[in-house]
């Protein structure tokens, strides 16, 4: 179980990477919770804050480390990006970030149940030149 709980974290790793929205949302189930730095809720409430993150931030998680211990998963990331489109009416800087980011997971029936993200958002603007929302 440990084996595919891992695959499904980073098949959603995979995801965002490629900027893929649909399937990163297909990586969880229908009632998931998902908690994060710019809000929570489910798959309708943070869908527009992943999009606006994919093509505003051309973001890339590199996994750093990876946790497993039954349907629970941990990873600490090397997070990239660089300002490439207007974020909520914001300008475009053309400057990167680099940052440490962690999530944590609950893989139930090979779809992720829960998900909790902590970055420092605040770092990330500033790296890129940009007001913290």
Do not use: H
């Amino acid at each position: 179980m440990s084996e595919e709980n891992k695959r499904v974290v980073l098949d959603y790793v995979d995801a965002f990477n490629r900027g893929d929205l649909e399937d990163v949302c297909r990586t969880f189930a229908e009632d998931a919770l998902i908690y994060g730095a710019l809000g929570w809720g489910g798959l309708e409430k943070v869908r527009p804050v992943w999009r606006d993150l994919i093509d505003c931030f051309a973001l890339n998680l590199q996994v750093e480390a990876m946790i497993v211990e039954g349907d629970t998963v941990a990873v600490r990331y090397v997070e990239r990006g660089r300002s490439v489109g207007s974020f909520r009416g914001g300008y475009v800087t053309g400057k990167s970030y680099e940052l440490v980011a962690m999530e944590w997971f609950v893989v139930r029936g090979g779809k992720i149940q829960n998900r909790w993200g902590a970055r420092d958002t605040a770092t990330m603007f500033w790296q890129m030149g940009l007001p913290i929302p």
